[in-house]
């Protein structure tokens, strides 16, 4: 009797063993099972990770339509709002769970994925665009898909009734003339601050220790000009003198910014004063154009849909470009079974139907010279402005080394901020802050 | 049984111990090739059948209890194998190399074992979770035991005071420090301004910041830690208190003669409780301030992670630096700490558990 039971557990549990085990491999022969089956249907199925998960849904349209037209499924799988995508990626890695296509951004990134993805120099895209990613050694290994720009936004109607010509503000001198007229003016503009300007730390470094911070080492300079990056890159070092005449125009913004938010408010309330009509300047860049289009639109409207603009910061005299960029690629991951599939998807992406949604659905700004369709965002204008006068410059931060913003630089602007620094103060700690970080 | 049947039997489970283990070791080689056969996975776990089945049928009276309590015990061993044996050699294994979270191209010994504590920032985070240890310890259970003996006492509306001091602990720590980052950055900047003109929040720098965490947390645990102490206190024998009464024992003295040491193994669970978990402490000190604040001088230089704990260094050596390899072997270090402190510990509290 006793044996008996024992045999009954036994079965039981290696029944129960069993069954776990064989779910597993079931659903891994049911997954190579589908894809077979897909690709005898006539196409595959691409998985591709986005990075934006503000365009999902655009996307997923995007891939409908790719569906319709060659019968290739395409699976967006979008991450955002936080999400370490890097981090899952590698979770991917180790799982074998690698998508076909995924996002990278900073150039740390490419490294890190060194041989592992396909060389798209071949493909008929890369001549209609000069914002893909190529990598020295493994060629066009991003493709891009949107541009992005930083530069100083400002508010055209306020500006207008102040009777002051944004293109006048041609360096430091005028832009403090131009913040001192509007500061006086400020009750009958209706403003609570002449620029909407935040250090926080714990969660808008980003905002100072990259995209601000990518002025002092881009603005004015030629796209390929790499003077400022390549001295950061040794060792953490900084060109004192260019600091310094940045550090006065951070000085600027602290004593203009809107006190309450200028040390802890967050983006949502940066983005929702401007939109309201409450800043003459921000400081943020083209991307704000979807968050004040949905999320702030009631505000928007509210203060009467007003024209946008953008300004270089012109802390030397002379400095007269903004910094366009890809924010980030797409790239093919080289030991994926789809690689042409994906190729073909991406050079499809390219091209004017995809271009029309991406653009004027997703609000993307295209990289593509071919394009022909005009997003509604209120910053397409201005930035195609720029593009076409050439007055643009890269974006070098995306070379900095991993976390700087996060962990070194944006707290020095904060305490710059918050008033433990002077101007000569940020440049020393800077300089220390950034020599420690390198050494590390 | 008859000679023949167990010699039949010895035939099968032979047979099967050996083909189970073929096609095991088969399947491993083919997957550690990189093969794209389908079918090695029901190939492995048929194998594994075949060798539960063999040495269950296995024909011996000596060993047959063992066999079975092997058998019995396995998918437990094998599952804690899984989760937490491999995890931690392969890390242990992870930190001497410069794995980037995809590969790894050296080995590096201990190296960075070596320059980490070189790093000042992370000196700094260990003082400053010894300090956070210390604080909440201490706090925490003052506070859990203060608010206990407010719940154990005749109040009306007992419930419902134990339901909402319990309350803050069902928040998760993200959503928690999201709340009070509002609460610090918006509310109290609004009435401090009101008051004394003061706009600047408590979060932006680090000593007030650092007061910020703490402040939360107690607010998040003590909760938690008073449920702990309200079930000791009613387990206090009432003929005990009732004899102290006779004795003419007023409120104090039986809170400190009689309830204390009664309760004194609930004291050790909440200070080991407390103890390792704020430690462990990651969400709150994320979502509330993320490591900022600086400090000006530490170890000649200036450090820009002033709030930074110990996990929070850890995760962002990793995830944000990018630096698996470092932040694995600071890993490997924390898990030595907490081993050793809670060891310890226990060793204590349960010397004094016997005294009492």
């Known amino acids: ?440 | 049984m008859s000679g023949q049947s167990t010699a039949g039997r010895k035939v099968l489970s032979l047979i099967l111990l050996i083909a189970g283990g073929c096609l095991l070791v088969g399947a491993l080689v083919l997957d550690f090739m990189g093969s794209p056969l389908t079918f090695r996975g029901t190939m492995l776990i048929i194998g594994a059948i075949g060798i539960i089945i063999g040495a269950y049928l296995f024909p011996t009276v000596k060993h047959h209890r063992k066999i079975i309590n092997i058998l019995f015990l396995f998918p437990l061993l094998f599952t804690f194998a899984v989760t937490v044996i491999i995890p931690l050699v392969l890390g242990v294994f992870y930190s001497l190399t410069d794995w980037n979270g995809i590969r790894f191209n050296n080995f590096l010994g201990l190296e960075n074992y070596t320059s980490m504590f070189k790093e000042p920032a992370f000196i700094w985070s260990i003082l400053i979770t010894i300090l956070f240890v210390v604080f909440n310890m201490v706090l925490v259970n003052v506070v859990g035991f203060l608010l206990a003996l407010l719940c154990t006492s005749n109040l009306k509306g007992l419930g419902f005071f134990r339901a909402s001091y319990f309350l803050p602990n069902l928040i998760g720590g993200i959503v928690l420090g999201y709340i009070w980052q509002f609460v610090f950055n918006n509310v109290l900047t609004e009435i401090t301004e009101k008051i004394s003109g003061n706009q600047a929040s408590i979060l932006s720098t680090t000593s007030t910041a650092f007061a910020g965490i703490i402040v939360v947390y107690i607010w998040q645990y003590a909760g938690y830690i008073m449920l702990i102490y309200i079930t000791g206190l009613t387990q206090v024998p009432k003929d005990v208190l009732e004899a102290s009464q006779i004795d003419g024992a007023n409120r104090i003295e039986t809170l400190f003669k009689i309830k204390i040491p009664m309760i004194a193994s609930t004291i050790t669970i909440c200070t080991f409780l407390t103890l390792t978990s704020a430690f462990k402490q990651f969400d709150v000190n994320m979502a509330l301030t993320n490591g900022s604040g600086s400090v000006a001088d530490f170890m000649g230089s200036y450090l820009t992670n002033g709030t930074q704990m110990l996990a929070l260094n850890i995760y962002n050596t990793a995830i944000s630096k990018d630096n698996y390899a470092m932040g694995q072997a600071k890993a490997v270090f924390f898990f030595i700490i907490l081993a050793v402190v809670s060891l310890v510990q226990v060793r204590i509290s349960n010397k004094k558990e016997v005294e009492m």
């Open chain 1, 1 to 440: 009797m006793k044996k008996l039971l024992a045999l009954l557990l036994t079965g039981t549990m290696v029944l129960s063993l069993g069954a776990c085990g064989g779910g597993g491999s079931d659903s891994g022969s049911g997954d190579s099972g589908s894809s077979d089956s897909g690709a005898s249907g006539g196409g595959s199925t691409l998985r591709l990770v986005n990075g934006k998960i503000e365009v999902d849904a655009q996307l997923k349209k995007l891939a409908e339509m790719y569906k319709e037209e060659t019968g290739v499924t395409v699976e967006i799988e979008s991450m955002g709002g936080g999400v370490d995508i890097q981090g899952t990626l590698k979770g991917y890695y180790q799982g074998g769970n690698m998508p076909d296509i995924f996002v990278n951004g900073a150039i740390p990134d490419f490294e890190n994925w060194e041989g592992m993805l396909v060389d798209m120099s071949d493909q008929a895209w890369v001549s209609d665009t000069d914002q893909a990613y190529v990598d020295e050694e493994y060629g066009t290994i991003g493709f891009p898909y949107t541009v992005e720009a930083i530069g100083l936004s400002y508010n055209k109607n306020i500006l207008d009734q102040a009777g002051i010509d944004p293109a006048s503000i041609t360096g430091p001198d005028s832009l403090r003339q131009a913040f001192e007229t509007l500061d006086s003016k400020k009750d009958e503009l209706g403003l609570t601050a002449v620029v909407g300007y935040c250090a926080e730390v714990a969660s808008l470094y980003w905002s100072t220790g990259n995209h601000i911070f990518a002025n002092y080492l881009d603005a004015g300079l030629d796209r390929d000009d790499t003077t400022y990056i390549d001295l950061l890159s040794d060792g953490g070092q900084i060109d004192t003198d260019r600091m310094t005449d940045f550090a006065e125009m951070i000085q600027l913004f602290n004593e203009y910014s809107d006190p309450s938010l200028l040390v802890s408010g967050t983006y949502d309330q940066q983005i929702l004063n401007f939109a309201s009509g409450k800043y003459a300047f921000v400081t943020q860049g083209s991307w704000i154009g979807a968050t004040m289009t949905s999320t702030d639109a009631e505000a928007y409207e509210a203060a009467g849909n007003f024209e946008v603009g953008m300004i270089p910061y012109t802390f030397e005299e002379g400095i007269d470009t903004i910094l366009t960029n890809a924010p980030s690629w797409w790239s093919i991951y080289s030991e994926s079974e789809n690689v042409d599939a994906a190729l073909d998807f991406l050079q499809w992406c390219s091209e004017s139907t995809a271009q029309q949604i991406l653009v004027e659905e997703a609000g993307f700004i295209s990289p593509f010279k071919s394009c022909e369709y005009v997003a509604s965002d209120p910053f397409a204008q201005t930035l195609t402005d720029w593009q076409a006068a050439g007055k643009t410059s890269a974006w070098h931060w995306l070379y900095m080394k991993e976390g700087l913003a996060q962990n070194y630089t944006g707290q020095v602007f904060g305490d710059f901020a918050a008033g433990n620094l002077d101007v000569d103060g940020f440049v020393s700690t800077m300089q220390q802050v950034l020599q420690s970080a390198y050494a590390g």
